[in-house]
């Protein structure tokens, strides 16, 4: 079955580069979530979409934007990036109907040095 | 961690022993969801619970829901080497314009020897 697709798995950025990372949601789910978890740490929300409209937004910094596209896909921007932004970035997406259950991708991990 | 404790945040037990690991939330809740993490891989989906259920079952896994007390357990039978990970409890919010966010807590780190 095909899973939740993320890329690049891994990025190395120097501080105040920016960073885009992908996510390409199981075929037919409509709903994207990002989770932010850095080292240590539990997972935290981000940000989360729904037919391509933002649905609810978490503790993401104002450096960072989203956004899903007509194909369901989304893309997380990250700009002036920071140390403290090195962390593990996963995607989730879910089915139509309000599904219970999120399916997780890979995850990006991503250094910035 | 927004969610509030799991305890143990380590345990460490030999193959074939029992684990429990406890999570405690904050909020009313739709579900709860456990997940497994591989050192820093991705998240998988072990079991769901409902907030009008009190345990489940899978396999080894079995889960228990107190809404009353805001906690959960997950107890993992007969444990093997394999099911060294980190543990993570999930709640699924109640409140609609919460939308279908998963707020975690802060994960238990569970050694198996063999």
């Known amino acids: 079955a095909a899973g939740v697709i993320q890329s690049p798995r891994h990025l190395i950025k120097e501080k105040r580069e920016t960073a885009t990372l992908k996510c390409y949601p199981i075929?037919?789910?409509?709903?994207v979530y990002w989770y932010q978890q850095g080292p240590g740490q539990d997972p935290q929300f981000l940000i989360s979409?729904?037919?391509?409209?933002?649905?609810d937004k978490g503790s993401i910094p104002d450096r960072f934007s989203a956004q899903q596209f007509s194909d369901y896909h989304s893309e997380l921007n990250m700009s002036s990036l920071e140390l403290g932004d090195s962390a593990l970035y996963f995607c989730?997406?879910?089915?139509?109907?309000?599904?219970?259950?999120?399916?997780f991708g890979p995850g990006t991990r991503l250094t910035v040095t | 961690s927004q969610q509030g404790e799991e305890d143990p945040q380590a345990l460490s037990i030999q193959e074939g022993e029992n684990a429990t690991m406890n999570c405690s939330y904050k909020?009313?809740?739709?579900?709860l969801q456990w997940y497994r993490q591989n050192s820093g891989r991705g998240l998988v989906h072990l079991i769901l619970?409902?907030?009008?259920?009190r345990e489940k079952h899978s396999g080894r896994l079995r889960v228990t829901l107190d809404t009353s007390k805001k906690s959960s357990s997950l107890l993992i039978t007969a444990s093997r080497a394999a099911d060294t990970a980190s543990y993570f409890c999930?709640?699924?919010?109640?409140?609609?314009?919460?939308?279908?966010?998963?707020?975690f807590g802060q994960g238990t780190e569970l050694s198996v020897k063999p």
């Open positions: 909020t009313s809740i739709n579900n």
């Open positions: 989730a997406s879910s089915p139509p109907g309000g599904a219970e259950k999120q399916y």
């Open positions: 619970i409902r907030s009008n259920e």
């Open positions: 999930a709640t699924r919010s109640l409140i609609y314009n919460q939308g279908g966010k998963l707020i």
């Open positions: 075929p037919r789910h409509d709903t």
């Open positions: 979409f729904y037919e391509k409209m933002q649905s």
